[in-house]
T-cell receptor, first 113, second 115 residues
Framework: AQSVTQPDIHITVSEGASLELRCNYS??????LFWYVQSPGQGLQLLLK??????LVQGIKGFEAEFKRSQSSFNLRKPSVHWSDAAEYFC???????????FGAGTRLTVKP | NAGVTQTPKFQVLKTGQSMTLQCAQDMNHEYMSWYRQDPGMGLRLIHYSVGAGITDQGEVPNGYNVSRSTTEDFPLRLLSAAPSQTSVYFC??????????????FGPGTRLLVL
């Protein structure tokens, strides 16, 4: 069965610093991988997704993620964090159908001024 | 488009009470689903629907009922609330269940507290 692990429950970075959020997955076939962001009191918004092809995926709000099959990882990165990036971030892995999607427990990002 | 809407935003229930969480979308999406979000556990699928009149169970269906009489609406019913159902509930929709390349849109959530 597929599963997703986000090792960091909470991360604090200074505004302007770089960010990397970790995601490791377990899946029996070629995975479809997603990163979502949840701002306080809001629903989840898709940041980016990987299906195939180029392993470096660009998303919205200046985020990118890199799929590394050998490490079963799909880490999210941003070169310079803004205060508005403070939110909770979820990694998800899916299969052929949307009802197969499994979410990680989330990483809460705090941005220091 | 309003996207995915959910009501109420917050609800307090007593153990044993029943209630319905409402979800609606105006994007003509065939696939709709309900998730619950609990601390440290991410989102877990409760029930889903691939179209009007068709529903199926997800990962954690016990204690919940759903129906899909129209394409737009997908209500979630708690027949006898239990404290273990205290959670944040999200409704989501997308074009089709197999449209994994399509974006899945989430509602703003309903925060439920069962005392």
């Amino acid at each position: 069965a597929q599963s997703v692990t986000q090792p960091d429950i909470h991360i604090t970075v200074s505004e302007g610093a770089s960010l990397e959020l970790r995601c490791n997955y377990s899946y029996g076939a070629t995975p479809y991988l997603f990163w979502y962001v949840q701002s306080p009191g809001q629903g989840l918004q898709l940041l980016l997704k990987y299906f195939s092809g180029d392993t470096l995926v660009q998303g919205i709000k200046g985020f990118e993620a890199e799929f590394k099959r050998s490490q079963s990882s799909f880490n999210l990165r941003k070169p310079s964090v803004h205060w508005s990036d403070a939110a909770e971030y979820f990694c998800a892995v899916g299969g052929d159908n949307n009802n197969d999607m499994r979410f990680g427990a989330g990483t809460r990002l705090t941005v220091k001024p | 488009n309003a996207g995915v809407t959910q009501t109420p935003k917050f609800q307090v229930l007593k153990t044993g009470q029943s209630m319905t969480l409402q979800c609606a979308q105006d994007m003509n999406h065939e696939y709709m689903s309900w998730y619950r979000q609990d601390p440290g556990m991410g989102l877990r699928l409760i029930h889903y629907s691939v179209g009007a009149g068709i529903t199926d169970q997800g990962e954690v269906p016990n204690g919940y009922n759903v129906s899909r009489s129209t394409t737009e609406d997908f209500p979630l019913r708690l027949l006898s609330a239990a404290p273990s159902q205290t959670s944040v509930y999200f409704c989501a929709s997308t074009y089709r269940m197999t449209a994994r390349r399509e974006t899945q849109y989430f509602g703003p959530g309903t925060r439920l507290l069962v005392l």
